[in-house]
Nanobody, 114 residues
Framework: QVQLVESGGGLVQAGGSLGLSCAASGSIRGSNIMGWYRQAPGKQRELVATMTSGGSTNYADSVKGRFTISRDNAKSTMYLQMNNLKPEDTAVYYC????????WGQGTQVTVSS
């Protein structure tokens, strides 16, 4: 089992910045992929960014150049720095861990006001 605990998020004005963290614990495997997904009201959950344990990253086109994913493998923690936020970034953001199984965090709300 892997447990994921997210922190960060909140309310920010358009153009502002926020940071999210996701701490993983439990049966962490050396080779894994962690990522951030988001779900806005009435919409499907979508990929935001992922990062492998080896450091390879992948971003949704909508966040490229504005969001940065990073991780500290020694701390089993992943981060998402979000800059130049837009109202359309408003969503519940979920941490995701995948190795032999897939795990999800409980989600954290990000609200961007115009």
């Amino acid at each position: 089992q892997v447990q994921l605990v997210e922190s960060g998020g909140g309310l920010v004005q358009a153009g502002g910045s926020l940071g999210l963290s996701c701490a993983a614990s439990g049966s962490i495997r050396g080779s894994n992929i962690m990522g951030w997904y988001r779900q806005a009201p009435g919409k499907q959950r979508e990929l935001v960014a992922t990062m492998t344990s080896g450091g390879s990253t992948n971003y949704a086109d909508s966040v490229k150049g504005r969001f940065t994913i990073s991780r500290d493998n020694a701390k089993s923690t992943m981060y998402l720095q979000m800059n130049n936020l837009k109202p359309e970034d408003t969503a519940v953001y979920y941490c995701n861990y995948r190795s032999n199984r897939i795990y999800w965090g409980q989600g954290t709300q990000v609200t961007v006001s115009s």
